[in-house]
């Protein structure tokens, strides 16, 4: 478990939240705001000669939400996104999903300034009071502050408050769904840096490597979290049902070349009557891909 020990720095300062699952960005925000829009929005957009609209700047599309740390007990404000504002695009085969003029997963991981407290906002609340002496034990005593954000977050800021999140998580000795899904998401941000990442960034081949192999190793942490979640806890886990996780770890376990126990995921989505045709759609496109690189493996 060397991702949950031996990060030396710790301290930094502002905050957000957003949750992201597909669950959730099924029934919430996302979808409403489309319709109209639909033939200029998504890969037409790039295309057409475009009245150019005026370009939408990250900051706007967040505000400040005050929190009440539930560790120290102290209000801070956080960088929030405007769920209403947001569109979804499209989403990666383990349900990342990727939002119009913002990556809205940098601001999930919550962080209280004053004494380190991090969680998923999904989590942030729910705190026991045994969690809290571990927590002021092992993180506020040692804990130096966030450092400055400007109106928006850099990938690096998000990074500094998903690595807080997962120590956090290991210190108060969180479920394994709650470390495991801290642990997709903070994959999902490295893999947004490695996307968004300048291509005049010096050394670019090696930094994407870089990124690549750090978000690899965070799916791997996730993966087997998920495993161990599906056989202790009950469903709704991390607020997706059993169709919907059970295509998560399906994608997962072919990310990380477990192909059989990929294979074995897929088939309970196919054969679930709880799954819908989308569902199980997804289910056959993960199958598809697991065929293309066994092939690809053989030649
Ligand atoms: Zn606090």
Redesign the pocket.
């Known amino acids: 478990m060397s991702l949950f020990s031996g990060r030396g720095k710790r301290g930094f300062g502002k905050i957000e939240k957003l949750d992201t699952n597909e669950a959730e960005t099924k029934n919430a925000e996302v979808k409403k705001e489309e319709t109209v829009d639909k033939s200029s929005s998504d890969k037409s957009a790039a295309v057409k000669p475009a009245a150019a609209k005026p370009k939408v700047e990250e900051a706007d599309l967040l505000f400040d939400k005050t929190y009440t740390?539930p560790?120290?007990e102290?209000d801070?404000k956080a960088k929030t996104i405007r769920t209403g504002k947001i569109k979804l695009l499209s989403q990666d085969t383990d349900l990342r999903p990727k939002y119009q003029n913002v990556d809205s997963l940098k601001y999930d991981a919550l962080a209280?300034p004053?004494?380190?407290?991090a969680a998923l906002s999904r989590f942030f609340k729910f705190v026991m009071p045994s969690q809290v002496k571990f927590i002021t034990e092992k993180i506020s005593n040692n804990f130096g502050g966030l450092p400055q954000t400007g109106g928006a977050y850099t990938y690096d800021d998000a990074i500094v408050r998903y690595e807080l999140a997962i120590e956090n998580a290991e210190v108060k000795q969180a479920k394994a769904s709650e470390k495991a899904y801290t642990c997709l998401k903070t994959a999902w941000i490295y893999r947004g840096k490695a996307e968004a990442l300048p291509e005049d960034t010096p050394d670019y081949d090696k930094v994407v490597k870089e990124l690549n192999e750090k978000e690899q190793s965070y799916i791997e942490v996730a993966y087997a979290g998920f495993d161990e979640a599906y056989m202790k806890e009950d469903f709704p886990l991390c607020g997706m049902d059993e169709p919907t996780f059970s295509l998560l770890v399906a994608d997962l376990a072919r990310r990380v070349g477990k192909f059989e126990e990929s294979s074995r995921w897929i088939s309970k989505v196919l054969t679930s009557r709880m799954a819908n045709d989308r569902t199980k759609e997804k289910a056959r496109d993960i199958k598809e891909l697991i065929d293309e690189e066994k092939k690809s493996q053989q030649e």
């Open positions: 740390c560790v120290c102290k801070f209280c004053i004494c380190g407290y």
